[in-house]
């Protein structure tokens, strides 16, 4: 999409797994073959959970499936280059971010998540309007907005 035709999308913030489905498989399918993938079945609770939140968009952005990083031919590179230092932007442009929290268990505090300590976590705390997260069950947590005091003490920002 380019210039004003953009749409609306939610981005999916997350840790990377050992599992997670790339944008090779995604873009060979059948992709149901890949459905046994930890990082499948994270994209299809993502899928779901944007209605559920509240949120209807026909989009949405996944940096494992959306971004060719394992190609070592000069365009992969090439787009993997201009996708990192893009990503502000993306992130800045998105409807809303869903902040997917695996290591939070519903009944445990917020010092048991190690998402916030990863290099990312500025970018994609700051640059979005509006953050909806989510515990390791894909429960909401709550917004930004309503987390604000928690988050700050957690990161510092």
Not at 17 to 45: C, N, T
Not at 82 to 104: G, K
Not at 116 to 126: A, D, M, N, S, V
Request: glycine share 8%; proline share 3%; aromatic share 14%.
């Amino acid at each position: 999409f380019f210039g004003a035709d953009k749409p609306s999308y939610s981005i999916l913030s997350h840790t990377w797994g050992d599992d997670e489905l790339s944008y090779q498989e995604i873009s060979s399918g059948p992709w149901m073959e890949y459905e046994h993938k930890r990082g499948f079945q994270k994209i299809v609770a993502f899928c779901a959970s944007s209605p559920k939140a509240g949120h209807l968009y026909l989009y949405g952005w996944v940096d494992t499936v959306c971004i060719d990083k394992t190609s070592s031919d000069k365009t992969s590179s090439a787009e993997l280059s201009e996708a990192i230092q893009s990503m502000f932007a993306w992130y800045h442009r998105v409807a809303v971010c869903f902040v997917f929290l695996e290591d939070l268990v519903p009944s445990r505090t917020w010092s048991a998540v190690g998402g916030f300590t990863r290099g990312w976590t500025l970018q994609e705390l700051l640059a979005p309007k509006h953050v909806v997260f989510f515990d390791t069950q894909w429960g909401e947590i709550g917004t930004k907005a309503q987390l604000n005091d928690e988050l700050h003490r957690i990161t510092g920002i």
